[in-house]
């Protein structure tokens, strides 16, 4: 993609400090791409201040019943889908609440579909398919910011009123983004020119990261800084959430499984109850009445967990 001033998107240049990488030995090799891997982290950090933005506008639709998708192309899609696939199992969301959308379907999760991100139209369908409405948040993921699929998507998403968040890796003086909140992660060309999987995917990753988790704790679904949402679907996740309750309640094992166990699972309800010694509709209406948010619910008791013995 060349710019309006004659010149490559910075992710399409080429980075002199890798001009011989085939040439060079597998330690050199290892430690230029370990070197370079320090810029997608100065990128974020660059861009906190939209990061931040977009959680708060993100977690003002969701808490008014707006879902967040993702929607890319490439990699790009691919971090999307997994970050949103992530959500219900670590926070017991509706898997309807964050969702990812990547062009040419789930195929391309596993097969190269490149030539589906020049269709402007699909990803307006594949929107519509979804039940996207103006109540909803879409962040376009696209490297080099000129993806079709995804500037098809975000004009879709302006055009019906939803919110519209761009993260791309390219100077806005480049490429002008159609959107309400336009993130930048500005990591430089790739050692391997033009593959944004490499510095770019991962300075995406760290943000969708960030942006999810910040938004789940702002649901509360945390506390302190444990899951207390997670779900508790396998041996892992079950061993996991018993593991939050003794750490909370400084219960021992066999306890603490029971109290999991008479709360359906919930390590939230089975930590409001042991709290404030309340039964199961008891802790599921106080919550209800206090957003699902533990702490309110235990500041509205006057109770608290217990400190460290």
């Known amino acids: 993609m060349i710019t309006n001033k004659g010149q490559e998107v910075l992710t399409e240049q080429e980075n002199p400090l890798s001009r011989n990488l085939d040439v060079m030995s597998t330690e050199e090799l290892v430690s230029l791409f370990v070197q370079e891997d320090k810029y997608p982290q100065q990128a974020v950090q660059r861009a906190m201040p939209r990061i931040s933005e977009a959680i708060e506008a993100i977690a003002g639709r969701v808490h008014k019943g707006g879902k967040l998708f993702y929607l890319g192309a490439g990699t790009s899609g691919r971090l999307g889908v997994l970050d949103a696939s ?63 699929y995804v500037l098809g998507g975000l004009n879709y998403g302006h055009q019906i009123g939803a919110l519209t968040v761009s993260i791309s890796c390219v100077p806005p003086d480049e490429i002008v983004i159609p959107c309400d909140i336009d993130i930048r992660l500005l990591t430089g060309p790739e050692l391997l020119t033009g593959s944004t999987r490499l510095k770019a995917g991962t300075a995406t990753k760290m943000t969708l990261n960030i942006i999810s988790t910040v938004l789940m704790i702002n649901l509360g679904k945390v506390y302190g800084n444990r899951m207390i949402d997670v779900s508790a679907t396998n041996r892992k996740l079950k061993d996991r959430a018993i593991r939050i309750i003794r750490d909370l309640t400084y219960l021992g094992f ?39 948010n533990l702490r309110s619910s235990l500041d509205k008791l006057k109770v608290s967990l217990p400190k460290a013995p």
């Not at 609440?97 to 990803?123: F, H, M, P, Y």
């Not at 979804?130 to 948040?137: A, K, N, W």
């Open 86 to 148: 992530e959500c219900p199992p670590t926070f017991s969301t509706p898997s309807e609440l964050v969702q990812g959308v990547i062009a040419g379907g789930d195929d391309a999760l596993r097969t190269s579909a490149e030539g589906s991100e020049d269709n402007t139209k699909a990803s307006v369908l594949d929107l519509q398919s979804r039940s996207f409405s103006s109540l909803d948040v879409l962040i376009g993921i696209s490297a080099c910011g000129t993806t079709p």
């Open 254 to 292: 066999d306890h603490a499984k029971k109290i999991l166990d008479q709360s359906k699972g919930s390590v939230k309800i089975a930590l409001l109850r042991h709290a404030a010694g309340l039964n199961q509709s008891e802790a599921e209406i106080i919550l209800k009445e206090n957003n699902n």
